[in-house]
């Protein structure tokens, strides 16, 4: 639980949009009436908020991590992240788990004499409130934020989707006063920002989504800029490594909700599969599954990608049949991934 406040950390935030850090995520910039950012404007988007209910669920699973895979791989193979290989796109596992926790609190405050009906507010929501998810769950005591700019729980680690329920219950206003928010345990380690392939962490706690593998897999549209194609090595959607390397990772629990476990052949992917999927195949498979965020044509620019990346020569009559596709952004990822392996030398 956290109070509704302006934590200094919010102020990073306009800095970031107004740096066009935020890359193409044109919803990052939504503003309310007076043209403030939405996202650090809740107490004006939402007045009557007074509490913050931040909840954390861990969603690892008992598979390798993709830097494992990654030394011991045929190099015929990408990686989709290991949120996203789940059964059920989070956004609506979770909301389903906080719209549970507001009906049984409600019940429970009204059952104490502390609600009364038709009165007061609670709304949940899993990545589209007006605020910085990350800056309530560390003054909720979940944890710091780390480096890689994620929030790390000491006992469990990273591997983390956050839901918010905010109410106008004041739940939280003495609630600073106790161990909260948690100690900063990253220390001198730095092994996200050296392993991250892109130097997207240009600074601790600092990420330019612009130069992120995630954004570039799952958000970004159309051509992905030349020079950070190599960077993605055989990443098809998301990006695990800055999580992978994270000490606090090492001994990560494994979460046994159903729906987080992988969908059949969705760890370690057949990358000539994935390249190759027709929309019919692409909606079996990715249905209810976040990966349709990048929508067929980006799923199949990202395997093309990865195919250029992957040093198998093999791939090179795919990628040519590939040049000439009806999609022409799928057309020239191919031509540019079959020309980097044409001049790859063994
Ligand atoms: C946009 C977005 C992205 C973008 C941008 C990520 C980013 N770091 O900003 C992209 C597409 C790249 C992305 C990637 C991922 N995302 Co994302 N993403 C979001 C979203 C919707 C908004 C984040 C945001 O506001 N970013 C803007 C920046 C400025 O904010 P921030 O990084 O949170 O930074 C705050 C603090 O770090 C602090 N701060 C920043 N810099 C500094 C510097 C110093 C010195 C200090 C003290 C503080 C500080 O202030 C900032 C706020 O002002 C949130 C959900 C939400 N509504 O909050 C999920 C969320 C952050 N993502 C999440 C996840 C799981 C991921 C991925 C792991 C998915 C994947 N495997 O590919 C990666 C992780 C990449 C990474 N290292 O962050 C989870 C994070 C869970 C966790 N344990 O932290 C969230 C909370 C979604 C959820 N509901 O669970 N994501
Ligand atoms: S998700 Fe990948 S690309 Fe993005 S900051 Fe982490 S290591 Fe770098
Ligand atoms: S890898 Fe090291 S520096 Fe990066 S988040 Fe984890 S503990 Fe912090």
Known sequence: MAPVRDFGELQVFPAWIADGKHGEMKY????DDAGELKRTALARVAPWARSVIVCAINYNTAYPYSTQYAQTEDAATGWI?????????YHDSILRRLKQLE?????????AGYWVPGTGHLRSYVDTGPLVERVYAKYAGIGWIGKNTCIINQKIGSWLFLGVILTSLDFASNHLTADLPAPDRCGTCTR?????????ITAPGELDARLCISYLTIEKRGEIPNELRAGMG??????????????????????????????????????????????????????????????????????VVAMGNSS???????????????????????????????????
């Open 192 to 200: 996200c920002i050296t392993a991250c392939p892109t130097q997207a």
């Open 81 to 89: 992240s290991r949120y996203a290989w789940s059964r059920e796109d």
């Open 234 to 303: 055989r990443h098809i959607f998301g990006c695990d490594i800055c999580q992978d390397v994270c000490p606090w990772n090492r001994k990560a629990p494994v979460a046994s909700a159903h729906e987080f476990q992988p969908r059949e052949r969705l760890v370690n992917p057949a990358l000539d599969w994935l390249a190759e999927m027709q929309p019919e195949e692409f909606r079996e498979v990715f249905r209810g599954s976040p990966v349709r965020r990048a929508k067929l044509s980006g799923l199949r620019r990202n395997a």
């Open 103 to 111: 009906e049984e609190l409600r019940a429970l405050l009204e059952g």
């Open 28 to 31: 990052m910039e939504a503003r």
């Open 312 to 346: 198998n020569k093999k791939f090179i009559p795919t990628l040519k049949k590939l040049s000439e596709d009806s999609d022409a952004v799928v057309a020239e990822h191919a031509r540019w991934a079959a020309q980097r392996l044409d001049s790859d030398h063994d």
